[in-house]
């Protein structure tokens, strides 16, 4: 056997593609499109090395037109989350002992395909299957996922480098063992990047995983499953399954081999899975790793001297980008009276030239939300909100579910800073604002670190650099990814490691090697060179 301390290639984070008129990228991926809309798919789940159809078939569609049907997957039951267990358990032994620079070329080779050939597709399904427009698949579909692998290499070797000191006559060393037993990758449908870094990362440092996606975003799954199966992932090492959360976790949790979750989703279903672990924490082989990231309830808090202009770009963008389908969202505003009127008027005149529509035509910034569920719970928070009369709608409040789940950009002036909009995660395209008064910075503060138990992302706007770091203070704990001048949201793997504390999650930073240390249990070596032969020290000796 031939050994060697390797280098991995340098991470640098992808370029994002423009899709200008007439570019490569835009033809190719109209084209994917085109393709993606006349074939109807059949999609297995995949267990070990088997692709698993049920027969129980479930309808996939494009939110912004629900009547035109991408194809169909299979749902599994119980039996076929016991299936995906054992396939992981069988597949540990080889897939922990292969050598780490063989498990990392499997990805890097996965980052390569999703950059090249799979681009198009991976981009196209996401687009299709989430309404998410061309630029906002191709950073997430395309340019996350590909960091997050490339980079979580890197991340790997460094936690393999990281040794104990060692005195004379002793060598101490450490080794990062994976997690005994299997991993559960709970997945959201909002970031196809997400998802794939979800089963990915515990994959990588040697795990094993079982792999559930959100129902609506399985279109991309598939894809991902495609591009980890061509990258060479050994069979049963990433189990992909469609069954029923509470059927899935009412397996999992109560497996002796379950060794930890990693999940991105609601805050309500999270503290409830770690409340059904915590109560059958006698049940494993080990304690288990919970790693969450959650909710949020994400502020824009403007100082007095912060430019208008610069401001309301922001909101915008941070505000509806992907329809507000984002953790880290701009949902709720604090802005001064002094600037609100221009704020307000910029805003205004950016949301006329916005068009909604389909992510299909490349001219529409503004796309459908996920599905009816989701329809009818925006639309009720803003229907209520037109019924509070300290609630203004300064910008649209319309909705429409009859060809797609439109819902237009809202903006909401509530003169109540503890209102339901002000308080609740929405997660869809309304922003509310408050108006304080200009003199009133310091108490609005705050109002902001106590109005939401999350604590995700939030940003700072001002010119004067007094206010950016008395905001910096104060706000030490009210966002885990804080932002000067800046929208809260598109964290960048390798630059803003991302995640939120509070009731957004455990904080374990997706995109960064704390992550990676939540997937391996260290065991420490010590080898003695020449042991004593006697029991006796030298204190024990008289003068």
């Known amino acids: 056997m031939s050994i060697g301390f390797y280098n991995v290639p340098a991470p640098v984070n992808e370029p994002v593609r423009n899709y200008a008129p007439g570019s490569p990228e835009k033809l190719a991926l109209k084209k994917e499109l085109s393709h993606a809309r006349s074939v109807e798919l059949d999609i297995p789940m995949f267990i070990g090395g088997e692709e698993v159809r049920t027969g129980t078939k479930l309808r996939l569609s494009?939110?912004?037109?629900?009547?035109?049907?991408?194809?169909?997957?299979?749902?599994?039951?119980?039996?076929?989350?016991?299936?995906?267990?054992?396939a992981a358990l069988h597949a540990k032994d080889a897939w922990e002992n292969l050598s780490w620079e063989h498990?990392?070329?499997?990805?890097?080779?996965a980052a390569d395909l999703i950059a090249g050939p799979y681009r198009a597709r991976i981009n196209a399904a996401t687009m299709l299957g989430q309404s998410k427009s061309a630029y906002q698949a191709e950073i997430d579909s395309a340019c996350e996922i590909i960091d997050f692998l490339r980079f979580n290499v890197n991340y790997m070797v460094e936690i393999y480098k990281q040794q104990p000191n060692s005195s004379p006559g002793f060598w101490n060393r450490v080794e990062q063992r994976p997690l005994e037993g299997f991993v559960f990758a709970l997945t959201p449908f909002n970031f196809t990047a997400i998802a794939g870094n979800l089963p990915t990362a515990p994959a990588l440092m040697g795990n094993?995983?079982?792999?559930?996606?959100?129902?609506?975003?399985?279109?991309?799954?598939?894809?991902l499953m495609q591009v980890f199966r061509e990258a060479g992932v050994p069979d049963g090492v990433i189990n992909l399954i469609y069954v029923d959360g509470p059927v899935t976790g009412d397996v999992i949790f109560k497996h002796r081999d379950f060794a930890g979750i990693h999940f991105t989703g609601s805050t309500s279903v999270f503290q409830q899975i770690w409340k059904t672990i915590g109560?059958?924490?006698?049940?494993?082989?080990?304690?288990?790793?919970?790693?969450?990231?959650?909710?949020g309830k994400d502020f824009v808090l403007a100082h007095p001297s912060a430019h208008p202009k610069v401001l309301a770009t922001a909101l915008i963008r941070g505000a509806f980008e992907y329809q507000g389908q984002k953790c880290s969202a701009a949902s709720r505003a604090y802005i001064p009276s002094n600037i609100w009127d221009e704020v307000k008027g910029y805003m205004l005149e950016d949301l006329k030239q916005i068009k909604m529509g389909s992510p299909e035509d490349f001219t529409n910034f503004f796309n459908a939300v996920i599905d009816e569920r989701a329809f009818d719970k925006i639309s009720t928070y803003i229907s209520n909100a037109k019924k509070d009369p300290a609630i203004e709608v300064v910008a649209g409040g319309n909705y429409d579910k009859s060809k797609g789940y439109f819902i237009e950009p809202t903006i909401l002036l509530s003169a109540n800073p503890s209102s339901v909009p002000m308080c609740e995660e929405i997660f869809g395209p309304v922003l509310t604002v408050y108006v304080y008064?200009?003199?009133?910075?310091?108490?609005?503060?705050?109002?902001?670190n106590q109005t939401s138990p999350y604590a995700l992302t939030g940003s700072i706007f001002a010119q004067d650099r007094y206010a950016i770091e008395l905001a910096t203070q104060k706000l030490r704990h009210a966002a885990g990814n804080f932002y000067i001048n800046d929208k809260p949201t598109g964290a960048v793997v390798g630059q803003q490691p991302f995640g939120g504390s509070r009731a957004s999650g455990t904080n374990d930073k997706?995109?960064?090697?704390?992550n990676l240390l939540r997937w391996v249990s260290p065991r420490v070596i010590k080898e003695t060179f020449v042991p004593p032969t006697d029991f006796r020290y030298p204190f024990l000796q008289e003068e």
């Open 103 to 109: 498990r990392a070329a499997i990805f890097l080779k």
């Open 208 to 223: 094993t995983v079982i792999w559930k996606p959100a129902y609506s975003q399985i279109y991309s799954a598939y894809v």
């Open 279 to 295: 109560q059958n924490i006698s049940l494993y082989k080990s304690y288990p790793r919970i790693v969450g990231e959650t909710g």
């Open 510 to 514: 997706a995109g960064s090697m704390i």
């Open 62 to 86: 494009p939110p912004h037109d629900h009547k035109h049907t991408l194809g169909y997957f299979h749902e599994g039951d119980a039996t076929h989350v016991e299936q995906a267990i054992q």
């Open 437 to 448: 008064q200009e003199q009133n910075f310091e108490q609005t503060i705050e109002l902001v």
